[in-house]
């Protein structure tokens, strides 16, 4: 005699499975947050690094909407450094969530394995 009943065992099993699946599912989001804050931060590193060479006294631009504000320099550069630096931190931030969604997924799956191949005494 079994000391759980097919029905609990049938239910656990339906919601570690969609534990999984769940896990799974924001790992795959978050991998694609990850990509769209590095490409985020390459640009902005690659702008910050065009900046960098010009000279002192060229003009720039800000766009705005569909306008386009005059902006010193010095302004133009500290912009792009602290864009990098906000991305940075937010890709930290993403791969702790990450690795956490990681975590939950292959704890599921190995609860998942345990149910089916566990014996039922």
């Known amino acids: ?3 759980l009943s097919d029905d609990t065992i049938r239910r656990v099993f339906v919601e570690l499975q969609n534990k999984y699946v769940q896990s799974q599912q924001q790992v795959n989001a978050t991998k694609a947050q990850i990509a769209g804050k590095q490409r985020e931060r390459k640009l902005a590193e690659l702008t910050r690094r065009e900046l960098d060479g010009l000279d002192d006294d060229t003009k720039t631009y800000k766009p705005i909407g569909k306008m386009f504000i005059q902006n010193p320099l010095s302004e133009m550069k500290q ?3 602290d864009l990098v630096t906000a991305t940075d931190e937010e890709i930290k931030k993403l ?3 990450h690795k956490y969604w990681e975590r939950s997924a292959s704890d599921a799956e ?3 394995k345990d149910i089916l191949q566990g014996p039922r005494n």
């Open 110 to 112: 190995g609860n998942l």
């Open 95 to 97: 791969e702790k969530t």
């Open 79 to 81: 912009q792009y450094v």
């Open 1 to 3: 005699m079994s000391s």
